[in-house]
Nanobody, 127 residues
Framework: QLQLVESGGGLVQPGGSLRLSCAVSGATLDQYGIGWFRQAPGKEREVVSCLSKSGEYKRYVDSVAGRFLISRDSSKNTVYLEMTSLKPEDTGVYFC????????????????????WGQGTQVTVSS
């Protein structure tokens, strides 16, 4: 059974950095495209970034492009989201999810096939 577990959230000041982890069990990363999502209080969940099955193709939404970096360590079956220059509007619960229909060398940010959601990790950006 595929399971994803997020960790690494916390409280950080504006301009600070955090690295989130998404540990995957029950499958290897080359079987799934992985997406990072977030949900701010009172708002709908939104996609932030995705990583292809090959681990080489990455995409970001405009609001985080240039500040966030998605990567993976296949030996640990873990996907990371490195977040820098954090802003208060980055506050929210961050989730990772897996999509088996993603392409090997491409990822689709707005796929409706993301599933196997983790429990999320809270990120708060505040002074």
């Amino acid at each position: 059974q595929l399971q994803l577990v997020e960790s690494g959230g916390g409280l950080v000041q504006p301009g600070g950095s955090l690295r989130l982890s998404c540990a995957v069990s029950g499958a290897t990363l080359d079987q799934y495209g992985i997406g990072w999502f977030r949900q701010a209080p009172g708002k709908e969940r939104e996609v932030v970034s995705c990583l292809s099955k090959s681990g080489e193709y990455k995409r970001y939404v405009d609001s985080v492009a240039g500040r966030f970096l998605i990567s993976r360590d296949s030996s640990k079956n873990t996907v990371y989201l490195e977040m820098t220059s954090l802003k208060p509007e980055d506050t929210g619960v961050y989730f990772c999810a897996a999509d088996p229909t993603q392409f090997w060398g491409l990822c689709v940010l707005y796929s409706e096939e993301f599933g196997s959601w983790g429990q999320g990790t809270q990120v708060t950006v505040s002074s």
